[in-house]
């Protein structure tokens, strides 16, 4: 039992500072914080994760890829939000693709939007770049690995350069790359 005025004055001191740190641990937010709570359609968000890494493995337990980025917001109905992201893909335990762009859609029938900035490299086995290219959306198919730009696309390979509208490629194969339309290729020998 508290008496006296120094006790009571003592007890409101403590609950004034827990309810100050509280407060501060559970209304500091950052700015960007801020925005992705207000984008879209107003509906809250389920789960937000800071500084993701994913590593996925095949049937033989030998690592398929890797997602990294700097967050993930997940939301109930609407597709989840990943700020930076970055995606590697192995073959024979070597990368053999890397995809990023500034922000990814993921939807719940395991397809990713990428958007705006996408840049990619597709590798050799032995690590070297064998094809780059660039463009503002890209489209992934985890289910056909099948990658689809519906845009612009800017390619170098090897001396080779090029721009598209519109390109496909299957992941699964040797990287077969399929250009839609408005091709225009350079190649520059040195």
């Not at 995606?87 to 762009?101: A, D, E, M, T």
């Not at 029938?109 to 959306?137: H, Q």
């Not at 690995?145 to 040797?174: E, T, Y």
């Amino acid at each position: 039992m508290l008496n006296g005025s120094f006790s009571a004055r003592r007890l409101l001191g403590l609950l004034v500072l827990t309810a100050v740190a509280v407060g501060i641990t559970y209304f500091r937010q950052s700015t960007e914080d801020v925005a992705l709570l207000k984008s879209g359609d107003d509906q809250p968000q389920k789960a937000y994760l800071l500084g993701v890494r994913l590593s996925q493995y095949d049937r033989k337990g030998l690592l398929s890829n890797r997602t990294e980025a700097d967050s993930l917001t997940l939301y109930p109905n609407r597709p989840s939000v990943l700020l930076n992201p970055v995606f590697i893909g192995y073959r024979q335990l070597q990368p053999n693709w890397q995809v990023k762009s500034e922000q990814g859609l993921l939807y719940a029938n395991d397809r990713l939007r990428l958007k705006p900035n996408v840049a990619a490299e597709l590798y050799r086995i032995e690590g070297s770049t064998a094809i780059d290219f660039f463009t503002d959306e890209l489209v992934f198919s985890r289910s056909d690995k099948q990658l689809n730009a519906p845009g612009l696309v800017h390619f170098r390979s090897n001396g080779l350069v090029a721009k598209s509208r519109g390109m496909s490629i299957d992941l699964a194969s040797p990287h077969e790359v399929h250009l839609k339309s408005d091709v225009n290729v350079v190649y520059a020998t040195h």
